[in-house]
């Protein structure tokens, strides 16, 4: 659907975000990860919770990217819209598939997650760039955000009493349970990271991207472009950081604190990433991560779908994950190097098939 050249900081971006994906989500041992690489218990915020919504973001500023010719030239119609549907049918399909996989128990299958979440995200956020001006868009996201801020901060979840963001008695966990009982997050059963109510604010981080396109596409000066990034990225996290002290920064519940907070760290990177890739033209470490972007979606799937699988098959008594694990703990590494030692291991397997892709200009296209 492009009819825009996207810039080469975005599929940088894009591809490492997946690399982010593919390492924290991998490790040797979950006993043994550097707590960079953990999300943050509850409140807070580590490096691992910038990888979700940097994504979302990013999502976003492709929105504006790709359908932004369509736009521009009076050229939406229903043919369009039934192209967004379809892709966002497809993604939510595929992260149906990686939830079932190997189809062994389906009766608690888990409904929400990570495409799930992109698919709603993609959806509502073309729908809202291609119907929507500037300054409604700018309405439409604080709207959104302000709206869940009032729903978790002054609604009381029924049955639980006051107001409150604990896990599992938040109004966000109580909703989840009302429509997605028993399909939910297998570790929490009673509220999910990638639930129904917190999708709302998540929309908000695509938005954020769409509207932070609109500056790179404007036919300005590089530095100014630049400048007025890092000016609004940094107001978005400091207004993040004053909303944290009444509703804290958490990712399990994608408080509005937390997109703010995230988005204005994503259009910083954005920032640098243009100018030293598209302006300065620094490009010599570059050609990996664009491998990635290329293919993020199928290689997000693969690299779930391949874990799971040597999670499962056995050498011997024990998996094959755990086999290659055991063989990097054995070593001078010590446990906890040798959990990250195998999560970069399967960085490296997935971008020699991403740079094969790319090199027989194999685009799967989701």
């Known amino acids: 659907m492009s009819k825009h050249e996207r810039i080469l900081s975005v599929d940088f971006l894009r591809g490492l975000t997946v690399t982010g994906m593919i390492l924290v989500n991998n490790p040797g041992s979950w006993q043994y990860v550097y707590p960079p690489l953990r999300h943050a218990a509850w409140h807070g915020c580590t490096p691992t919770d910038l990888?979700?919504?940097?994504?979302?973001?990013?999502?976003?500023?492709?929105?504006?990217?790709?359908?932004?010719?369509?736009?521009?030239?009076?050229?939406?119609?229903?043919?369009?819209?039934?192209?967004?549907?379809?892709?966002?049918?497809?993604?939510?399909?595929?992260?149906?598939?990686?939830a079932a996989f190997p189809f062994t128990e389906l009766e608690g299958l888990r409904i929400p997650g990570v495409l799930q979440r992109i698919a709603i995200v993609f959806l509502i956020c073309a729908v809202?760039?291609?119907?929507?001006?500037?300054?409604s868009q700018i309405v439409f996201t604080a709207i959104l955000l302000l709206s869940y801020w009032i729903m978790m901060s002054f609604i009381p979840a029924?049955?639980?009493?006051?107001?409150?963001?604990?896990?599992?008695?938040?109004?966000?966990?109580?909703?989840?349970?009302?429509?997605?009982?028993?399909?939910?997050?297998?570790?929490?059963?009673?509220?999910?990271?990638?639930?129904?109510?917190?999708?709302?604010?998540?929309?908000?981080?695509?938005?954020?991207?769409?509207?932070?396109?609109d500056w790179l596409k404007k036919e300005?000066?590089?530095?100014?472009?630049?400048?007025?990034?890092?000016?609004?990225?940094?107001?978005?996290?400091?207004?993040?950081?004053?909303?944290?002290?009444?509703?804290?920064?958490?990712?399990?519940?994608?408080?509005?604190?937390?997109?703010?907070?995230?988005?204005?760290?994503?259009?910083?990177?954005?920032?640098?990433?243009?100018?030293?890739?598209?302006?300065?033209?620094?490009?010599?470490?570059?050609?990996?991560?664009?491998?990635?972007?290329?293919?993020a979606i199928t290689i997000y799937v693969g690299s779930e779908l391949l874990a799971k699988t040597a999670g499962m098959v056995s050498l011997g008594t024990t998996s094959v994950k755990d086999t290659l694990y055991n063989a990097f703990n054995q070593s001078w590494l010590g446990s906890y190097n040798a959990s990250l030692a195998f999560a970069l291991l399967w960085v490296l397997l997935f971008l020699v098939?991403?740079?094969?892709?790319?090199?027989?200009?194999?685009?799967?296209?989701?």
């Open 51 to 98: 990888v979700f919504p940097f994504f979302l973001f990013i999502v976003g500023l492709s929105i504006n990217y790709s359908l932004g010719y369509f736009k521009d030239t009076n050229q939406v119609n229903g043919k369009l819209y039934l192209k967004i549907i379809k892709r966002s049918l497809i993604l939510f399909g595929l992260g149906l598939f990686i």
């Open 128 to 135: 809202a760039f291609l119907k929507l001006s500037r300054k």
């Open 158 to 213: 029924p049955g639980v009493g006051l107001p409150n963001l604990d896990p599992g008695t938040n109004f966000a966990a109580w909703f989840d349970q009302l429509i997605l009982s028993g399909h939910m997050w297998q570790y929490t059963k009673t509220w999910d990271p990638e639930g129904l109510l917190s999708t709302i604010p998540a929309i908000a981080s695509g938005m954020i991207g769409v509207l932070a396109a």
């Open 220 to 295: 300005k000066e590089a530095s100014l472009k630049v400048t007025w990034l890092f000016i609004s990225g940094t107001a978005l996290i400091i207004s993040g950081l004053v909303w944290d002290l009444f509703f804290p920064i958490n990712k399990s519940l994608w408080t509005s604190s937390y997109v703010l907070y995230t988005a204005g760290l994503a259009i910083h990177a954005l920032a640098l990433s243009y100018w030293f890739i598209d302006v300065m033209q620094f490009r010599k470490f570059v050609q990996p991560f664009i491998f990635f972007g290329a293919n």
């Open 353 to 366: 098939i991403a740079m094969i892709l790319y090199k027989r200009k194999i685009f799967i296209k989701v």
